[in-house]
């Protein structure tokens, strides 16, 4: 299946990716947590950058929040009581059919390349299950360059590393 190279690069995520966006993350669950259709809009109304990969079908998307953004989320509110200045990614999903094509990679880029464009966080941030694991997100990461920072029990049953990388 050959598919037009632009259609596998980030860009900025609208409104009508809404409802791909949700089949594809709640796919994705235990890796990320299940939404409804209004905390799927509610995380995108209120997130720093979003972005997305595909047109006619969404192949991946990621969600990310700034310092003292209205998100109740225990992994967040961790970030945000050890650090003042970061960008947190809360959420990055891709189809399981797009894996190990660097979507993924290609995600993290935009969020880098869009936090030194904005001179905004040094750090960006997010969490890998250990608990259940996510072996290939915990590699991945890693391979990346993001650091453990801590691990907390984020509900019963899921143990989170908490991740930071330096950016810039």
């Known amino acids: 299946m050959n598919m037009p190279s632009d259609d596998l690069e980030p860009r900025q995520f609208v409104t009508d990716d809404i409802d791909a966006a949700l089949e594809l993350n709640n796919a994705n669950t235990p890796s990320v947590g299940e939404l409804d259709r209004a905390s799927l809009e509610y995380l995108v109304e209120h997130s ?5 990969i ?3 079908t969404l192949h991946g998307f990621c969600i990310t929040f700034a310092p003292g953004a209205p998100y109740t989320s225990v992994n967040y509110q961790w970030f945000s ?7 947190y990614l809360d959420r990055i999903v891709v189809r399981e059919s797009m894996r190990n094509k660097s979507l993924g990679a290609k995600l993290y880029a935009a969020i880098e390349s869009r936090m030194i464009q904005d001179r905004c966080a040094p750090l960006l941030t997010c969490e890998v299950n250990l ?3 996510n072996h290939g997100s915990i590699r991945f990461h890693q391979r990346i360059g993001f650091r453990e920072v801590g691990r907390q029990d984020s509900k019963p049953g899921l143990t989170v590393s908490m991740l930071a990388k330096m950016i810039g």
Do not use: C, E, I, Q
């Not at 009581?81 to 960008?87: E, P, Q, T």
């Open 48 to 52: 720093l950058y979003s972005f997305a």
């Open 81 to 87: 009581r050890k650090y003042s200045d970061f960008v």
């Open 131 to 133: 608990k259940p694991p």
């Open 54 to 56: 595909g047109s006619t």
